[in-house]
């Protein structure tokens, strides 16, 4: 395992996570979907407590390498670590790593035949083995958190498109990960929502929640990112602290796809 | 002289309903209705019929269609996970086993139930002879029903998998507490078609045979229509039929509207 890892940060990797390993580790990060090579090679590493945004254009793989990091996409070659474990490992537990790794989507998927408090519950009773006083108590403390607490009762059809992504959000805190992926959470919501559901992600990431956002919000990579990472063509083009790649970009790439968007 | 477009068209409705009414009351009038009530629609024989008409054999229709439906239901679920399994032989054996069922008439099916597996495997089953019969009709409505079933764990989008499945959730914890609950709400409407569909075919459960205290409807009727040499027990078997289907495909009309509603 180690010989293989020579290339890249040589980060030693085990079943169990370690506090001092980075929250996430992708060294050269391979994945095809048949014959369309979507990511071609892709190496970054998130620090825990970070916020890192990830911008580009529609196509360049953004989203497939945020799903990679909980394997809901399977690599096609490279390396994850999460937390020190490498995930591609097959002695690794994938649901346990899950657990860790909370994602909110960006057409929301709560579960409709469940109440909200459901949705919150679901999982930590049936995966953490919670019992259903301490999931609930949980569950309204993030929902309190969302400033959602009113709504426990209600079924997913009857919230807004924003209340329904705080409540997503909310679901996943409830398992108590030790980092969110975000996956354009406010591109499938009105304009008028989109504040809220920024509002809550900025308060995660001021108490220090390790944080990987695929968005196309540049006002919140400026002001809440510690890092923007531009991507094109299944490539990072950019890296860097948001304001300075904001202002002045270095790469062309960045420049042509900055002044189409800002 | 021009006739308007309107009143032609008006002329020519009321052709057709007069040539209707026409046909309807030859053939009517053309019935021999006194004999007709003499051979089925005796009211001595009908009175004589309760109340073991309604306590054993409409009891034991609705029974029958319980059970079948029910077993049908489990048995069609595993096929159809078997069915939409990552691994070969399992898909393969759902195919072939939904094939096989689908393409049999469902006589035949619980026919070789009632006969043949008895022998082959030497056991008697309960409630015999009707318990083997009731298993070959399970078997059938497990064949339709997994198709069914199939079609609706397909119909729940694929991100609900993805939510579950990143919150940790196992796959099968996946199937059980998001998908599969998400998937029969969509199939109720066709799953009561389905029910309608059995409650009907309990009438070849007579091919297993039957004793006194497990006959259904139409066995009954059969059987009174020998000893009494006369149709009245079939009528009134098939009014107690419609009492249940009709009725039921009614509540089939109502929840197919609310879904389209809901969507």
């Known amino acids: ?262 | 002289m021009a006739m308007r477009r309107t009143t032609r068209r008006k002329l020519g409705r009321v052709a057709m309903y007069v040539l209707f009414v026409a046909v309807l009351a030859v053939v009517v009038l053309s019935a021999d209705w006194d004999r007709f009530a003499q051979y089925f629609l005796r009211w001595d024989i009908a009175r004589e019929q309760f109340p073991q008409i309604i306590t054993v054999a409409l009891r034991n229709t609705l029974v029958f269609t319980v059970v079948s439906f029910v077993g049908g239901l489990v048995v069609g679920t595993v096929m159809a996970l078997m069915k939409l399994s990552s691994i070969g032989p399992y898909r393969w054996f759902a195919t072939a086993y939904i094939e096989l069922f689908r393409g049999l008439p469902a006589l035949l099916t619980i026919f070789a139930f009632a006969y043949m597996l008895p022998i082959a495997f030497g056991v008697r089953l309960p409630f015999a002879p009707v318990g083997a019969g009731l298993l070959g009709l399970v078997v059938v409505a497990g064949a339709y029903m997994a198709e069914v079933i199939r079609a609706g764990i397909q119909a729940v989008p694929k991100g609900q998998t993805e939510a579950s499945r990143s919150l940790g959730m196992s796959p099968m914890k996946t199937m059980f507490f998001v998908v599969l609950p998400q998937g029969l709400r969509i199939i109720i409407p066709p799953l009561t078609n389905e029910f309608v569909l059995l409650l009907k075919d309990t009438s070849l459960l007579f091919i297993a045979g039957s004793t006194i205290i497990t006959k259904e409807l139409t066995t009954f009727a059969r059987d009174a229509t020998t000893t009494t040499s006369n149709g009245t027990v079939l009528v009134m078997a098939a009014m107690l039929y419609l009492l249940v289907t009709i009725p039921l495909t009614r509540v089939v009309a109502y929840l197919e509207r609310r879904m389209a509603r809901s969507r």
Do not use: W
């Open chain 1, 1 to 262: 395992m180690t010989e293989a890892r020579m290339t890249g940060d040589p980060t030693p990797s085990g079943i169990e996570p370690r506090a001092d390993a980075p929250a996430i580790e992708i060294i050269d990060l391979h994945k095809s979907f048949g014959d369309h090579e979507v990511l071609k090679g892709i190496s970054l590493t998130v620090q825990t407590g970070e916020v890192v945004c990830v911008i580009g254009p529609s196509g360049s793989g953004k989203s497939t390498l945020l799903r990679s990091v909980n394997l809901l996409e399977e690599p096609t070659s490279g390396t994850i670590l999460v937390e020190g474990v490498d995930i591609l490992d097959p002695e690794v537990d994938v649901d346990r790593i899950r657990t860790r790794i909370g994602m909110v989507f960006q057409q929301f998927n709560l579960f409709p035949h469940m109440t909200v408090l459901g949705n919150l519950c679901l999982a930590q009773q049936r995966v953490l083995g919670r019992g259903r006083k301490e999931a609930e108590q949980v569950a309204r403390e993030n929902l309190a958190k969302v400033g959602l607490a009113d709504r426990e009762g209600a079924y997913p059809a009857h919230l807004s498109g924003g209340q329904q992504q705080r409540v997503a959000i909310a679901r996943s805190l409830s398992m108590n990960p030790d980092m969110m992926l975000f996956d354009e959470p406010t591109s499938a919501l009105d304009p008028e929502l989109v504040g809220d559901v920024l509002e809550v992600m900025r308060t995660l990431a001021n108490e220090g929640m390790t944080m990987m956002v695929v968005t196309h919000e540049m006002g919140f990579a400026r002001e809440v990112g510690d890092r923007l990472i531009l991507m094109d063509d299944g490539l990072v083009v950019e890296d860097g602290d948001p304001r300075e790649v904001l202002a002045n970009p270095q790469e062309p790439r960045t420049q042509a796809f900055l002044s189409k968007v800002l």
